[in-house]
């Protein structure tokens, strides 16, 4: 029976108040998020890691010290693998914090697999996240002499099971509200890249476009008042728009309750705990906006879970990384 390593890569985040400044410079520390050359970028990311550490400190203190989004992806290890069946292991490589690339490659190896599938847990492309992923694990591969048929999945914006998952996640909180429903908007959010790295030619926003027609046809709701927009902005960068805090804002002065649904992360972390559940319930609660209810990501959904068993049945020919 041939033996099947699925290699699912995610971000990573702090597992204790001590890891945070140590993962904020493995992050600020990647070429793709910083484009300088190393004898620039290290001393710029050793900076950058420790001007923001305080800020980041409160926000996993608010998460009772630690990141969960290790604990929830492994649950979606889990999940897949039993989906995947026999001779199928689901390994978990995170980005910038345990277990790394490298402790998976080594884990990969010791499992004696006959083929590796990449996985990113981005459902839609962007050389900050999933070529960011899956060039180091091509690095971390040819160092430890990890010779195997290796392929990735680079992207599913559209993907059905991720789709249906979305629009049932939402039509459940849509239905919940008061019959007949007072006006309200549904506010699609996604993560936020800065402008610059968009007119480099960067595919993310037009991936997440992509994510928002499919979601907003899959609902049925042909009068549905809804927007697409960004979150999580950092620094004096330009980013794409609109803004998550703008559109709140925006809701408000327009007297409108909103639901707002994460389409771009696919497991709760401090972006959804935190930043759409507290900081961006303040602002809507300070903005006069009526009513604020937030869509749960998919997570071991059923359906996003069948997507992902899905796209590994399908991988084949892609080199690993090719998007990059």
């Keep these: 029976m041939t033996r099947k390593a699925i290699v699912l890569m995610n971000l990573g985040g702090p597992d204790s108040l001590s890891a945070v400044e140590p993962f904020l410079y493995n992050l600020f520390s990647d070429p793709a998020i910083i484009p300088l050359p190393a004898f620039l970028r290290l001393p710029v990311a050793r900076l950058a890691s420790r001007r923001r550490a305080r800020a980041a400190r409160a926000i996993y203190?608010?998460?009772?010290?630690?990141?969960?989004?290790?604990?929830n992806t492994l649950l979606?290890?889990?999940v897949l693998e039993e989906a995947l069946g026999e001779g199928v292991r689901v390994f978990i490589a995170m980005r910038y914090a345990p277990p790394s690339t490298a402790q998976t490659v080594r884990a990969v190896l010791a499992f004696a697999a006959d083929e590796v599938i990449c996985l990113p847990l981005y459902p839609q492309f962007s050389k900050t996240t999933?070529?960011?992923?899956?060039?180091?694990?091509?690095?971390e591969a040819r160092r430890q002499g990890l010779r195997l048929p290796t392929r990735s999945i680079s992207s599913y914006p559209v993907a059905k099971g991720f789709i249906e998952a979305e629009a049932e996640l939402i039509a459940e909180v849509l239905d919940a509200l008061p019959q007949p429903?007072?006006?309200?908007?549904?506010?699609?959010?996604?993560h936020g890249l800065p402008l610059r790295l968009v007119r480099l030619g960067d595919p993310?926003?037009?991936?997440?476009?992509?994510?928002?027609r499919a979601v907003t046809a899959a609902l049925l709701r042909s009068s549905l008042d809804c927007r697409l927009c960004y979150q999580s902005r950092v620094g004096p960068l330009a980013w794409i728009g609109p803004s998550t805090e703008e559109e709140i804002r925006r809701?408000?002065?327009e007297g409108k309750g909103l639901v707002i649904a994460?389409?771009?992360?696919v497991s709760e972390h401090s972006e959804t705990l935190v930043e759409l559940d507290l900081d961006y319930r303040r602002i809507a609660e300070e903005s006069g906006v009526p009513f604020y209810r937030r869509v749960a990501t998919v997570g071991t959904h059923p359906l996003f879970i069948g997507a992902l068993a899905g796209l590994v049945g399908e991988a084949a020919g892609d080199?690993?990384?090719?998007?990059?």
């Design 61 to 71: 203190t608010r998460l009772g010290g630690a990141s969960p989004l290790y604990a």
């Design 76 to 78: 979606q290890a889990r």
């Design 130 to 139: 999933t070529a960011s992923s899956l060039a180091l694990w091509r690095r």
């Design 181 to 190: 429903p007072p006006a309200f908007r549904l506010l699609l959010t996604a």
């Design 204 to 212: 993310y926003p037009q991936e997440v476009e992509a994510t928002v």
């Design 251 to 253: 809701a408000g002065r």
């Design 262 to 265: 994460p389409i771009s992360f």
């Design 319 to 324: 080199p690993c990384g090719g998007r990059d």
